[in-house]
């Protein structure tokens, strides 16, 4: 066991520090299986909330409180119509298919197709919308890729059991689950189960209790992530059960750690940092159970699962979907001094909630200049954090991998040139990860199609590839740029180089991506960080 740790680390350590010459000019070829496209979610664009058969799901019940103004939340019916997509999903569609994407990734609200959340007692009303939906999509020449949940299960079940805090949870989601995939199975072909468990069980637990819908001490992030890892793999058996064609994967968010300097110690708190923040719901599902060392550090914490759980949880994934914007960079602080303040912002506190456990992590986001920062980096563009976050899942499940969102949030008036020098520095990352290191990228979404809900910042923060005026209350879509870099996306299977605009205080990233015939070296002062990473394996064997 220990030899196999030290070749993951040496390995670990050799992708991480490996520098790439940069090359600005020219296109960048994308390899011919994978997939472009974009996502969006029912939650933050559908609308009609109440209506349409629907009933209230967990997020519209928590913000109805009107209690998150101090974390930010400055209306609470921000989220009742959203974009309107419900009833305007046909102009969002007819955008994406202007665009040549390939993959359209939504989301079904498990409130409109279940609203007491009972499978037996489907809403046939949101049940016929979905078809319509997935139906329009594949006219356009569009491949479905649909997410079961994300984040909006039916209140009614927060009330019944308290939601993920109870095992009950497990085999209602599975039972919706399988109805969602006998109903839809035969149009979508790619499924992810449940959104960004990590988020679920963190962030809106946050919602939960600032709203005084929950007592603090009465939630339990670890016991939520074990419901849902659980209930993850209840869903995939369920998809085999009915010998259904096509493939199920997990999803998590995914902002990957790079250790502040060479030392043992920051090496350590890094590969801790990662298995406490993404381990934690991607091991199960690939080997079975918890890795050894969240099990470590969280101790009485972190629930067992039962051997007969082990057994439904390993292999319970086809491939892994990866929500990837940022990374951070960590370093080790002796648990014995005072805590340090941790960043301000609510990413920042999602990501310290998911790291519980480890008081000897300090942890902050990396800008375009590769500094620490205490800003996420929402406007920012910094590909290493794709590149980081790849190899990192890579080299330790070896399964394929989806980028099912990635994207840059800009205010109205910011220069658009922005955005897309975004996505060409990130899908130049993906390009040479998989070429230089045989990565198996299977497809790529940008977050997000048009702007959305983005819940604290309302529709203050613009994701989305087409604007949607929600200033004038119009809802009316049109598209913020040029459409050549998706034509060429489409049309040359290659990658623009796009300049950062230079009225943006962005600067370049200091290790920008190149194209996958750039040449690589690998420096003396690199091939220490391997000797003293791999030294840290052997650390934390005495530690523990």
């Not at 979610?41 to 609308?47: I, K």
């Not at 109805?179 to 149009?187: C, L, N, P, R």
């Not at 048009?450 to 819940?455: C, G, L, P, T, V």
């Given at each position: 066991m220990l030899k196999h740790l030290v070749l993951i680390y040496l390995l670990t350590a050799f992708v991480q520090s490996r520098t790439v010459e940069t090359r600005h000019e020219g296109e960048v070829m994308l390899p011919e299986h994978l997939l472009i496209g974009a996502a969006v979610?029912?939650?933050?664009?559908?609308?009609w909330w109440n209506k349409g058969g629907k009933s209230e799901s967990m997020v519209d019940h928590v913000l109805h409180t009107g209690r998150?103004?101090?974390?930010?939340?400055?209306?609470?019916?921000?989220?009742?119509?959203?974009?309107?997509?419900?009833?305007?999903?046909?102009?969002?569609?007819?955008?994406?298919?202007?665009?040549?994407?390939?993959?359209?990734?939504?989301?079904?609200?498990?409130?409109?197709?279940?609203p007491d959340?009972?499978?037996?007692?489907?809403?046939?009303?949101?049940?016929?919308?979905?078809?319509?939906?997935?139906?329009?999509?594949?006219?356009?020449?569009?491949?479905?890729?649909?997410?079961?949940?994300?984040?909006?299960?039916?209140?009614?079940?927060?009330?019944?059991?308290?939601?993920?805090?109870?095992?009950?949870?497990?085999?209602?989601?599975?039972?919706?689950?399988?109805?969602?995939?006998?109903?839809?199975?035969?149009?979508?072909?790619?499924?992810?189960?449940?959104?960004?468990?990590?988020?679920?069980c963190t962030y809106f637990g946050t919602l939960l209790t600032t709203a005084g819908?929950?007592?603090?001490?009465?939630?339990?992030?670890?016991?939520?992530?074990?419901?849902?890892?659980?209930?993850?793999?209840?869903?995939?058996?369920?998809?085999?059960e009915e010998k259904l064609e096509g493939s199920v994967g997990v999803n998590t968010w995914l902002v990957v750690a790079k250790p502040n300097t060479t030392s043992v110690e920051d090496s350590y708190a890094t590969e801790a940092f990662n298995q406490l923040h993404i381990g934690t719901m991607l091991h199960p599902v690939v080997f079975g159970d918890y890795p050894d060392m969240v099990k470590t550090l969280k101790g009485k914490l972190l629930p067992e699962f039962t051997p007969e759980e082990k057994e439904l949880l390993k292999g319970s994934t086809d491939f892994i979907s990866l929500n990837v914007y940022a990374e951070v960079n960590v370093a080790y602080k002796d648990p014995s001094t005072p805590p340090e303040p941790q960043p301000f912002?609510?990413?920042?506190?999602?990501v310290e909630k998911t790291i519980i456990g480890a008081d000897f992590i300090s942890f902050r986001f990396i800008d375009s200049n590769g500094k620490r920062s205490e800003d996420y980096p929402y406007s920012q563009i910094v590909p290493d954090a794709m590149r980081s976050a790849l190899l990192w899942t890579w080299q330790r499940y070896k399964l394929p991998l989806l980028?099912?969102?990635?994207?840059?949030?800009?205010?109205?008036?910011?220069?658009?040139?922005?955005?897309?020098?975004?996505?060409?520095?990130?899908?130049?990352a993906i390009v040479s990860t998989i070429n230089d290191f045989k990565v198996n990228?299977?497809?790529?979404?940008?977050?997000?199609?048009?702007?959305?809900?983005?819940?604290?910042?309302?529709?203050?923060?613009?994701?989305?590839?087409?604007?949607?005026?929600?200033?004038?209350?119009?809802?009316?879509?049109?598209?913020?740029?040029?459409?050549?870099?998706?034509?060429?996306?489409?049309?040359?299977?290659?990658?623009?180089?796009?300049?950062?605009?230079?009225?943006?205080?962005?600067?370049?990233?200091?290790?920008?991506?190149?194209?996958?015939?750039?040449?690589?070296?690998?420096?003396?002062?690199?091939?220490?960080?391997?000797?003293?990473?791999?030294?840290?394996?052997?650390?934390?064997?005495?530690?523990?």
């Open positions: 979610s029912a939650f933050q664009t559908e609308g998150l103004g101090s974390l930010g939340y400055k209306n609470a019916n921000d989220s009742d119509n959203a974009a309107d997509s419900y009833h305007r999903y046909k102009e969002d569609i007819a955008i994406a298919a202007r665009l040549k994407l390939q993959v359209y990734r939504f989301s079904f609200s498990w409130s409109r197709i279940l959340g009972d499978a037996s007692n489907p809403n046939m009303e949101g049940v016929a919308f979905y078809h319509n939906f997935i139906d329009e999509m594949i006219k356009q020449n569009l491949t479905p890729v649909g997410t079961v949940y994300h984040f909006d299960h039916p209140q009614i079940l927060e009330d019944q059991f308290r939601g993920w805090q109870s095992r009950e949870m497990i085999n209602k989601f599975r039972d919706y689950a399988r109805f969602v995939f006998k109903e839809y199975g035969s149009k979508v072909k790619r499924w992810m189960t449940i959104n960004e468990p990590n988020v679920m819908l929950v007592q603090p001490e009465d939630y339990d992030n670890f016991k939520c992530m074990h419901h849902i890892t659980l209930a993850h793999a209840k869903a995939y058996r369920a998809f085999q912002s609510g990413d920042a506190n999602i980028i099912s969102e990635n994207g840059i949030c800009l205010t109205k008036g910011t220069d658009e040139q922005l955005r897309y020098a975004f996505y060409s520095a990130f899908l130049r990228v299977i497809g790529y979404c940008v977050w997000s199609l048009i702007d959305n809900f983005e819940w604290s910042n309302g529709y203050s923060l613009k994701y989305g590839i087409a604007a949607v005026d929600y200033e004038n209350g119009s809802l009316n879509r049109s598209l913020k740029y040029s459409t050549d870099f998706w034509m060429s996306l489409a049309e040359k299977r290659s990658v623009p180089f796009v300049e950062i605009p230079t009225s943006e205080p962005t600067s370049e990233p200091t290790s920008e991506p190149t194209s996958p015939s750039a040449s690589s070296h690998f420096s003396a002062n690199k091939l220490v960080f391997v000797l003293f990473v791999a030294l840290h394996v052997l650390v934390f064997q005495i530690w523990n």
